[in-house]
């Protein structure tokens, strides 16, 4: 069958590049979609089951760095446009082990990158190089009312937020340097189904159901801007369609917890769907060592992509909660999957260093 577009989503069977996958693959069937993954801890075709059989679905299991293999991606699905998501995401991974950082989100955007610009004929005109990124690379706000804009400064501070700021850079050298039609979007934090239970709302729902300690870093006074993933999925293929070239766009819910505020949102709502009585899991919070350069506040400016292109968060943030906690409470068989094997002594291990 003859594809109007061939896209490579990268990342695919993680936790927001399923959601972009399974949105692509549902409202455009007359596109390709290739999803490429490593399938690391962090990635499952589990996450995926729904969407396994469509015709207008592949998937290639292979690794980002890999560069003569994603030559051949490119070559044997002629691929004309690609959203690139994987890479390594947690930040306390980051600090134990950032040459895996680098390498998976420096070097393996570098060859997805490289591999665009040997494949593709200028001028470019059916191509797009979409790069995912995070607000992590803008570095740390204060309490004092400020937002992340698309002009402000990087200034990353953890091994994660360097190699992603590194990566952008390097989209933008690609369009700046050889004219690689490029876009990046910086966004906020995301929650909702699927993510792997080593983030905060995850891993809190799942140690509440299972009367397990909830480690909160510092004095949980850290302040994120928290997202609904499909409302992030809805950016991308937005973005995707009508962004301009060269152009980076920021996400975000204009959404703000402080750590220990959400924490008692998450408590409150799981107890209530578990029928426990009000308070039961409140002892559950035990305050650990802080993150190390941990950053206290994000908050995203997202007026640009409001204004330009007319996209707002469509969930209040009450009932994004809400369904989040029931998918995770309905769906304890893919927390149970994801969660075996190695990730169990890795994260007992991170427990026990706090
Ligand atoms: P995730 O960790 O859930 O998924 C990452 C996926 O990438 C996994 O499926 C993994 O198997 C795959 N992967 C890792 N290394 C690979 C490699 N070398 N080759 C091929 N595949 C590989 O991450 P996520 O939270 O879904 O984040 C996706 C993207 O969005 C990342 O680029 C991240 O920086 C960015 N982002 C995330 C958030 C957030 O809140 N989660 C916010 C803003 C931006
Ligand atoms: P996380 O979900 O790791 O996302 P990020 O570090 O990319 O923002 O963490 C969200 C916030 O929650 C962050 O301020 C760190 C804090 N946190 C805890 O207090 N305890 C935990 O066990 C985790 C995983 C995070």
């Known amino acids: 069958m003859d594809f109007k577009r061939n896209i490579l989503i990268t990342g695919g069977a993680g936790f927001i590049g399923s959601h972009v996958v399974r949105l692509f693959v549902n409202k455009y069937p007359d596109y390709h979609i290739i999803n490429l993954d490593k399938l690391t801890y962090a990635g499952n075709l589990a996450t995926l089951v729904d969407i396994e059989n469509k015709p207008n679905y592949s998937f290639v299991k292979a690794d980002i760095c890999d560069f003569e293999t994603?030559?051949?991606?490119?070559?044997?699905?002629?691929?004309?446009?690609?959203?690139?998501?994987?890479?390594?995401?947690?930040?306390?991974?980051?600090?134990?082990?950032?040459?895996?950082?680098?390498q998976t989100n420096v070097m393996g955007t570098l060859a997805l990158l490289q591999a665009a610009k040997e494949m593709w004929k200028t001028p470019y005109t059916n191509n797009r190089f979409y790069h995912i990124s995070t607000d992590e690379v803008y570095g740390t706000l204060e309490f004092d009312g400020t937002f992340f804009t698309e002009e402000t400064s990087y200034d990353p501070h953890s091994p994660y937020s360097a190699s992603k700021a590194s990566s952008d850079h390097f989209v933008r050298a690609f369009y700046d340097t050889y004219g690689l039609p490029t876009i990046v979007t910086n966004c906020s934090n995301n929650y909702g189904p699927y993510q792997f239970p080593e983030k905060l709302i995850p891993l809190f729902i799942n140690n509440i159901r299972h009367y397990k300690p909830l480690p909160v870093y510092g004095k949980g006074e850290n302040v994120r801007d928290w997202l609904y993933v499909e409302d992030h999925a809805r950016a991308i293929d937005l973005i995707f369609h009508k962004g301009k070239i060269a152009d980076t766009y920021n996400i975000g819910g204009f959404n703000e917890w402080t750590n220990i505020d959400l924490i008692k949102v998450i408590i409150k709502t799981v107890d209530r769907l578990l029928g426990n009585p009000e308070g039961t899991s409140d002892s559950l919070i035990t305050y650990v060592t802080d993150r190390a350069g941990h950053d206290l506040?994000?908050?995203?400016?997202?007026?640009?992509?409001?204004?330009?292109?007319?996209?707002?968060?469509?969930?209040?943030?009450?009932?994004g909660i809400e369904?989040?906690?029931?998918?995770?409470?309905?769906n304890q068989?893919?927390?149970?999957?994801?969660?075996?094997?190695?990730?169990?002594?890795?994260?007992?291990?991170?427990?026990q260093d706090k």
């Not at 506040?297 to 292109?309: G, H, Q, T, V």
């Open 70 to 102: 994603i030559l051949n991606i490119y070559s044997k699905y002629n691929i004309d446009a690609v959203i690139h998501l994987a890479a390594e995401s947690h930040v306390d991974r980051s600090i134990k082990d950032p040459f895996t950082f680098a």
């Open 297 to 319: 506040r994000y908050a995203i400016d997202s007026n640009k992509l409001k204004n330009e292109l007319g996209w707002e968060p469509s969930l209040q943030f009450e009932e």
């Open 323 to 330: 369904k989040t906690v029931k998918w995770y409470l309905d």
């Open 333 to 351: 068989s893919w927390m149970d999957n994801v969660t075996s094997g190695d990730y169990q002594e890795y994260y007992q291990k991170m427990y």
